[in-house]
């Protein structure tokens, strides 16, 4: 018997795609979505291949289809038997500083980021409200602790808007919910692979992700993650005059 059920949303590669292989080894069934159908099939033929006594459901979804991401989370609860926790992953990283000709690319983060999110919430919290009990993960990033300068201007402030809408769950107390946000640092995934100067800090996906998982596993309120050195430096970056976080930046 499996150690419980998990929809975890833009799996098809990077740090969710992770959290497929960690999760499935800790025991749990998966209900995975991306747009890109494909790729899940190899991560799915993976995992099946690693844990052969897990489920793997895979839907294609774009988080920005408001009824289909309803729709999809539906069809994986009903196929998995109920869903324990949900991880609202998807995400983009595009962006421009504002005014210099790139709306697009800000807008299209803006609605991948939190308005697709704010579906993932709205279908998951039907499910957990209709079952009595739920875990809703955020993967928020560090960046959502103060804004950010130029192409990370609307990325950051999409992040935080993310942990604001956890903590207004959280403080309606709805009975049988857990909700976590996670912040990563910088670990390597798709949405960085591009970024060929060396990054201070910077982990590799299976070992920032294990740091994700175990903090999932704990139901953290809060996590940053990996705690070293991204416990130091987010308190830092609380305090610290907005003139200092930009040089850090």
């Given at each position: 018997?499996?150690?419980?059920?998990?929809?975890?949303?833009?799996?098809?590669?990077?740090?969710?795609?992770?959290?497929?292989?960690?999760?499935?080894?800790?025991?749990?069934?998966?209900?995975?979505?991306?747009?890109?159908?494909?790729?899940?099939?190899?991560?799915?033929?993976?995992?099946?291949?690693?844990?052969?006594?897990?489920?793997?459901?895979?839907?294609?979804?774009?988080?920005?289809?408001?009824?289909?991401?309803?729709?999809?989370?539906?069809?994986?609860?009903?196929?998995?038997?109920?869903?324990?926790?949900?991880?609202?992953?998807?995400?983009?990283?595009?962006?421009?500083?504002?005014?210099?000709?790139?709306?697009?690319?800000?807008?299209?983060?803006?609605?991948?980021?939190?308005?697709?999110?704010l579906s993932q919430s709205e279908a998951a919290m039907e499910i957990f409200r209709e079952q009595g009990r739920g875990h809703l993960v955020m993967?928020?990033?560090?960046?959502?602790?103060?804004?950010?300068?130029?192409?990370?201007?609307?990325?950051?402030?999409?992040?935080?808007?993310?942990?604001?809408?956890?903590?207004?769950?959280?403080?309606?107390?709805?009975?049988?919910?857990?909700?976590?946000?996670?912040?990563?640092?910088?670990?390597?995934?798709?949405?960085?692979?591009?970024?060929?100067?060396?990054?201070?800090?910077?982990?590799?996906?299976k070992t920032g992700v294990r740091s994700m998982v175990a903090a999932i596993e704990k139901r953290k309120t809060k996590a940053y993650v990996p705690a070293w050195p991204w416990v130091p430096?987010?308190?830092?970056?609380?305090?610290?005059?907005?003139?200092?976080?930009?040089?850090?930046?």
């Amino acid at each position: 018997m499996g150690k419980g059920k998990i929809i975890i949303t833009g799996a098809s590669a990077g740090l969710g795609a992770e959290m497929a292989h960690q999760f499935a080894a800790l025991g749990y069934d998966l209900g995975l979505c991306a747009r890109r159908r494909e790729k899940m099939e190899a991560l799915r033929s993976d995992v099946i291949a690693a844990h052969p006594e897990r489920t793997v459901e895979l839907r294609a979804l774009d988080v920005t289809d408001h009824d289909a991401v309803f729709t999809v989370f539906h069809e994986l609860s009903q196929a998995l038997g109920g869903v324990d926790r949900v991880i609202v992953n998807a995400g983009l990283g595009k962006g421009a500083a504002l005014g210099k000709g790139r709306a697009d690319a800000n807008r299209r983060t803006a609605m991948t980021n939190f308005v697709g999110a704010l579906s993932q919430s709205e279908a998951a919290m039907e499910i957990f409200r209709e079952q009595g009990r739920g875990h809703l993960v955020m993967i928020s990033s560090m960046s959502a602790l103060r804004g950010m300068r130029k192409a990370m201007t609307v990325y950051a402030a999409t992040k935080a808007g993310l942990a604001s809408l956890a903590e207004g769950l959280r403080s309606e107390r709805v009975p049988g919910l857990d909700v976590s946000v996670i912040y990563p640092g910088y670990i390597r995934s798709e949405m960085n692979e591009h970024v060929t100067q060396k990054t201070p800090f910077m982990v590799d996906t299976k070992t920032g992700v294990r740091s994700m998982v175990a903090a999932i596993e704990k139901r953290k309120t809060k996590a940053y993650v990996p705690a070293w050195p991204w416990v130091p430096i987010g308190w830092l970056l609380k305090l610290l005059p907005l003139s200092l976080v930009r040089k850090l930046t």
